[in-house]
T-cell receptor
Framework: NAGVMQNPRHLVRRRGQEARLRCSPM?????VYWYRQLPEEGLKFMVY????????ESGMPKERFSAEFPKEGPSILRIQQVVRGDSAAYFC??????????????FGEGSRLTVL | SQKIEQNSEALNIQEGKTATLTCNYT??????LQWYRQDPGRGPVFLLL?????KEKRKERLKVTFDTTLKQSLFHITASQPADSATYLC????????????FGTGTQLKVEL
């Protein structure tokens, strides 16, 4: 049973370009969460999605960032017009249940974005 | 505002000793608290969850306590091994907060031979 799959593992972009990060949740999981980890900082919640719905995007920057989780295919975190401050590790996590669940999150290995 | 504090300095201990990591939180009352392990370049891995009505939880060499009066959780690793070296993250969870976890910055543990 494959775990949470993220790709690419490493992504290099120049300022002003777009970055697309993909996440396939564990089989049977319909809830996806995106977190960002800046160097020397903790994991910060960005967005929580279910299939075709954004449930909570309170941690998403208001501009340039968007996320989706279509009916078919992986969840995608999109960063437009990247800036150097976007350089970070972006982690995706999934769970089988929603807000009633107090159990564990299953994390992917992360996508490391470097903006030159 | 809600705040989660973990020791920012690395904890170095000798193999075989007990490692104790601290997680303090302020300005909220979590109903649950989770602990995760994160290795360099990897994603966090869930270790334990403890509920507010549980004083202590154990899993193999791991023990977690949850003191809602002190607003603190302690994470213990007994008979520590070099393989336990990693960063440990705590995540207090509000009732109904589900999996929108807020993590502390983590404490790096180094177990030396």
């Amino acid at each position: 049973n494959a775990g949470v799959m993220q790709n690419p593992r490493h992504l290099v972009r120049r300022r002003g370009q777009e970055a697309r990060l993909r996440c396939s949740p564990m089989k049977g999981h319909s809830h996806v969460y995106w977190y960002r980890q800046l160097p020397e900082e903790g994991l910060k919640f960005m967005v929580y999605l279910q299939k075709e719905n954004i449930i909570d995007e309170s941690g998403m920057p208001k501009e340039r960032f968007s996320a989706e989780f279509p009916k078919e295919g992986p969840s995608i975190l999109r960063i437009q017009q990247v800036v150097r401050g976007d350089s970070a590790a972006y982690f995706c996590a999934s769970s089988p249940l929603g807000t009633a669940n107090t159990g564990e999150l299953f994390f992917g290995e992360g996508s490391r974005l470097t903006v030159l | 505002s809600q705040k989660i504090e973990q020791n920012s300095e690395a904890l170095n201990i000798q193999e075989g000793k007990t490692a104790t990591l601290t997680c303090n939180y302020t300005n909220y009352s979590p109903a649950y608290l989770q602990w995760y392990r994160q290795d360099p370049g990897r994603g966090p891995v869930f270790l334990l969850l403890i509920r507010e009505n549980e004083k202590e939880k154990r899993k193999e060499r791991l023990k977690v306590t949850f003191d809602t009066t002190l607003k603190q959780s302690l994470f213990h690793i007994t008979a520590s091994q070099p393989a336990d070296s990693a960063t440990y993250l705590c995540a207090p969870i509000l009732t109904g907060g589900g999996n929108k976890l807020t993590f502390g910055t983590g404490t790096q543990l180094k177990v030396e031979l």
